[in-house]
């Protein structure tokens, strides 16, 4: 892109950006229909397209009065060209090592591929979901029960990648007090109603109990200090030192694919409104890859991203 003046460098990215949208074999956008879109003249756009494939971008066969067609694209090539700067992604605090794991795998797994990465960080499926919906970010994880609630909400989402069960929630138990009643339908139970699935969690396990709105964070003193009895917990997430020895924990014994829906498993949810975001992601995002990584953290066998 250096070796071109302005005009046309800018003009590449902007085609960099159409083509990206193209799927191979299908016929791509013709000369006077990109010349008449960026108010440029034919010639300048064979210019931006001879650009395009001296770079390794796309290769592309002409077949006459039927048009060009698209043979082969470098996504990750055309997403460079584009100079948009790193894929925007909308994780869940990463505290847990499936957590870590999942971060760590698609990050790296994107940069093997010369695709930068970024994340911020958001707990509740809620928050990350309205972040995807405001083009504040590319792509959100979520667990995979909250991802075909959100898809089915918004038709405008969807679901690019399914990780396996457990790859999201390595099992859930339910966190109280080492003193409480043990009558348990008496137990005031925490709710945090920016997470999807604890929400689903929470009504699934605890359906008659009085509920009181916390933040999942705050749960583990919540439930010390008595303001609540207990609430589902992540089974690897860690509870603060001071609290060892006034907390305990209870194994739940949860139907994980409910209406066939896995509730354990991870999912990565995109935009279909932003394009070439879309098409970028549903190629690169390499689900074994991203996995193979995660084990590898859960093993601490690598260091989680930074």
């Not at 605090?93 to 795998?105: D, M, V």
């Not at 960080?121 to 609630?149: M, P, W």
């Not at 020895?245 to 999912?267: N, Q, R, W």
Request: charged share 25%.
């Amino acid at each position: 892109m250096k070796t071109l003046n302005s005009k046309i460098s800018d003009l590449t990215k902007k085609i960099a950006k159409e083509l990206l949208k193209c799927k191979i074999g299908t016929k791509i956008p013709t000369t006077p229909e990109l010349a008449h879109k960026f108010s440029v003249g034919f010639g300048t756009i064979d210019k931006a397209m001879t650009a395009l494939k001296e770079m390794d971008a796309i290769k592309v066969q002409p077949k006459g009065q039927m048009g060009t067609y698209l043979l082969e694209k470098n996504s990750a090539a055309l997403w460079s060209i584009m100079d948009s700067g790193p894929i925007r992604g909308s994780i869940p605090i990463p505290n847990t090592l499936e957590f870590q794991g999942l971060a760590t795998g698609l990050k790296e797994s994107l940069r093997e591929k010369k695709v930068d990465c970024s994340f911020s960080i958001k707990n509740g499926a809620t928050l990350r979901v309205n972040e995807l919906l405001n083009h504040q970010c590319d792509f959100v994880l979520l667990s995979y029960q909250a991802a075909v609630s959100v898809c089915e909400k918004h038709n405008n989402l969807k679901i690019i990648g399914t990780f396996h069960d457990k790859s999201y929630y390595g099992d859930i138990i339910i966190l109280t007090r080492k003193n409480a009643s043990k009558e348990v339908k008496d137990w005031r139970i925490g709710i945090d109603e920016t997470s999807l699935d604890n929400i689903a969690f929470t009504n699934d396990l605890f359906e008659k109990n009085q509920k009181v709105k916390v933040m999942y964070m705050h749960i583990p003193y919540l439930i010390a200090d008595g303001v609540i009895d207990a609430a589902v917990w992540h089974s690897s997430q860690l509870v603060p030192t001071k609290l060892i020895e006034t907390l305990t924990f209870c194994p739940v014994d949860y139907d994980v694919t409910e209406k066939g829906i896995d509730s354990m498993a991870g999912a990565i949810v995109v935009n279909r409104d932003h394009e070439e975001m879309f098409s970028l992601l549903t190629e690169l995002c390499d689900i074994d890859r991203i996995l193979e990584i995660q084990n590898e953290v859960i093993a601490r066998k690598r260091i989680p991203y930074s």
